[in-house]
């Protein structure tokens, strides 16, 4: 089974192309412009297990990182493929040093979004907060999923979205596995 994707996607806005290994190592190449999301992508590769690579470019911060998270869901939907023997569900409670996120999610082909990272509204290095939350929603839309994301406490802004990106990482590892030669679900379909 070859569960890999590549996607490019240019618009008049960006210019993003993934290129995606379900069954990789956690090797990354990750190159966003911007110095705080190429670290929160780079410990998504690592921490679940996939091998990524990212090349964004283009006008606006919101633009980019919107369309980073449209193309990342899109080649995680295409890589999954028909999810034959996958376990589906993946979840993962993750410290930052003082702060903790929990992650639930299901590859179940709809997507539904509940987030609350606890985060207050500001610059987190060199993002904002609400592009951050964006990012969130644009890849569970596209890669058709459920995503529950939540920071259950912390101080540090820093902390708090590293726990959420560790967090989902984990819970990708655990759904993406193959557990059977069935598909997951009643209803012989996902
Ligand atoms: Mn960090």
Do not use: W
């Amino acid at each position: 089974m070859n569960r890999t994707s590549k996607i490019s996607r240019k618009t008049a806005e960006t210019s993003i192309t993934v290129d995606l290994n379900l069954d990789g190592s956690g090797k990354y190449e990750i190159n966003t412009g911007y110095k705080f999301m190429d670290h929160m992508l780079t410990l998504l590769a690592r921490h679940s297990g996939i091998d990524l690579i990212i090349n964004a470019t283009g006008d606006l911060t919101h633009h980019i990182i919107e369309d980073i998270g449209i193309t990342l869901g899109e080649c995680f939907e295409k890589a999954i493929g028909d999810k034959k023997g996958i376990n589906r569900y993946g979840s993962a409670l993750i410290p930052m040093d003082e702060s903790l996120a929990r992650c639930a999610i299901d590859f179940s082909g709809r997507k539904a979004l509940v987030l609350d990272l606890k985060l207050n509204e500001c610059n987190i290095e060199d993002v904002l907060v609400e592009d951050v939350r964006h990012f969130f929603s644009s890849f569970a839309e596209n890669a058709k999923m459920n995503l529950h994301l939540h920071v259950l406490y912390g101080e540090d802004q820093h902390h708090k979205t590293e726990a959420a990106f560790k967090a989902l990482a984990r819970s990708i590892k655990d759904a993406k596995r193959i557990v059977s030669s069935e598909i997951p679900s009643t209803k012989g379909m996902l």
